[in-house]
């Protein structure tokens, strides 16, 4: 079947006061990617040509994450929350001169996939027409019924409030994900009244207007899970659960160990190679990478990107991490590079077989292959106003508990011996370089020292 192109109509127009934030709620994360994020990224999945978001009147916050995720994207303002089918309107223009499906999506629905959107479509058949995304919830309390009658048919969508005692008991129910396949799409919405107990425009009652104008109105259903939506942080945590689980099950299908699945976090956009470990307790944050055959022990953090560097995580084919290491923003680790507990490495590369066993910090360096850095190393690479940089050649050693402040070098095969503080010049390739008072040992010092305090405190007596 060849399908027609696809408008998306996203709807992130609502507050989300039940969220009790300062933020507005489309633009909470769920594995480290906006809820808006997620409908846009399924908009795209699922083949829109074309995308328009409604967003209300100021939420600039809201309109510069859609622009981020989807540069060509319509934004427009719904000025008063009138009702889902009052926000679709907002949207008139980019409808109107739309031909082909349009697809309504709430974008706070995060866990809904491309592939139910296209069975969505499907449904429509050739011929124009509606069709609404159903689903069975195990309790329907609050939701939109679909009333189907004898036949099979789809008769109307009843709110919660507006439904009958009996209309009350039926249990499949409005995802909010509806696909048009009519020009009449504008001059439905605008037959829709607000003569209902919330005073609302319902995007809902366009199934009784489409079915009066003779069009045909399907449903299609999902499980209740995917279109799970979002209005309270008890909620988000419900979604982000089973977002997890999904992510969790494709990361092992695709050839990763997870020893203990449930408590790993991986975000969006995770990419984990074949034959890598993953120990409990780790967490992914969005933009990192882990190639073939790496080790991830337990109790890890990689954050990935952040607002300031934008480089993400990189481990690379065969490195260890861990445990208990942390791996910041711009971290990349070479391959078969060890990075051990208690390290914290932040915008730095390491290259090939480079070692950071134990207790340090390598912030803004480039360490050449086949360093090793010793225990309680430390760039310093912070002096209260600029970042400087550390570059420690390949096949250098550096000395346990040595403080590098930047900017800085170390040549390569140099060697930096164990409590040193070096500054300003660089260590010359192959040196030895020793920063430290003289050492000064004192034959039998405490003896004596002992006799004369002893004598002294004798005479105060
Ligand atoms: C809606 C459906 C209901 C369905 C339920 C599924 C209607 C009338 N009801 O109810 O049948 O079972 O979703 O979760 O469609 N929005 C705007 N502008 C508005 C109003 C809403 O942009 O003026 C947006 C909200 O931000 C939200 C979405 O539309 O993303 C749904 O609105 P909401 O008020 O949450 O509808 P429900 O009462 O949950
Ligand atoms: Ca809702």
Redo the contacts with the bound molecule.
């Keep these: 079947m060849t399908m027609q192109p696809l408008l998306v109509v996203i ?4 507050k ?1 006061t039940r969220m009790k934030s300062a933020m507005p ?2 633009l909470h994360p769920l594995a480290g990617r906006s809820l808006l994020g997620h409908a846009i990224a399924l908009s795209k999945d699922a083949g829109a040509t074309r995308l328009a978001v ?1 967003v ?1 009147p100021d939420m600039a916050q809201v309109e510069t994450e859609a622009r981020r995720h989807a540069p060509d994207a319509s934004i427009v303002v ?1 000025h008063q ?4 089918a ?2 679709v309107l907002a949207a008139r223009e980019v409808i109107a001169s739309h031909s082909g499906d349009v697809c309504v999506l ?4 995060p866990l809904l996939t491309a592939g139910t959107v296209h069975h969505l479509r499907q449904s429509l058949g050739q011929a124009s027409g509606v069709a609404v995304l159903g689903f069975h919830a195990a309790d329907p309390t ?3 019924r679909l009333l189907i009658d004898g036949a099979g048919s789809l008769l109307a ?1 009843r ?1 919660d409030r507006d439904a009958s005692a009996a209309e009350r008991k039926v249990t499949l ?4 994900v509806v696909a048009f396949r009519t020009p009449k799409l504008v001059s439905i919405l605008e037959r829709i009244g607000n003569a209902n107990a919330k005073q ?1 425009y ?3 009652d366009a199934i009784e207007i489409a079915r009066e104008q003779g069009l045909p109105v399907a449903a299609s259903t999902c499980t209740e899970d995917e ?1 799970l ?1 979002i ?1 309270s942080r008890d909620q988000l945590a419900v979604a982000e659960a089973i977002w997890q689980r999904r992510a969790r099950l494709k990361v092992m299908r695709d050839g990763a160990t997870l020893i203990a699945p449930e408590t790993v976090w991986l975000s969006y956009d995770t990419v984990i190679g074949r034959d890598v470990v993953i120990e409990p307790n780790v967490i992914i944050g969005p933009g990192v990478v882990i190639e073939d055959d790496v080790t991830i022990k337990a109790n890890c953090h990689l954050q990935g990107i952040d607002r300031k560097v934008s480089t993400g995580v990189r481990v690379r084919k065969g490195a260890e991490i861990g445990p208990f290491a942390r791996l910041r923003p711009g971290a990349d680790i070479g391959v078969e590079a060890h990075i051990g507990n208690f390290v914290e490495i932040k915008n730095a590369t390491l290259e090939q077989g480079a070692k950071a066993s134990h207790l340090a910090y390598i912030g803004d360096a480039h360490v050449g292959a086949d360093a090793n850095i010793g225990a309680g190393t430390i760039t310093c690479n912070y002096d209260g106003f600029s970042k400087g940089h550390t570059e420690i050649g390949a096949g250098a050693f550096i000395g346990s508990n040595t403080a590098l402040v930047a900017p800085v070098a170390v040549g390569s095969g140099a060697y930096v011996g164990a409590g040193s503080v070096v500054s300003g010049r660089d260590v010359e390739a192959g040196a030895l370089s020793v920063v430290r008072g003289e050492r000064r040992d004192i034959p039998g010092w405490v003896a004596k020292s002992r006799a004369a305090m002893v004598k002294r405190s004798a005479e105060k007596k």
């Design positions: 709807l992130a127009a609502g989300g709620k489309v409604v209300g719904q929350q009138l009702g889902t009052n926000a709430f974008a706070d629905t609050g939701y939109g969508i709110e129910c409005n995802s909010g609302e319902y995007l809902t279109v939506g209005n």
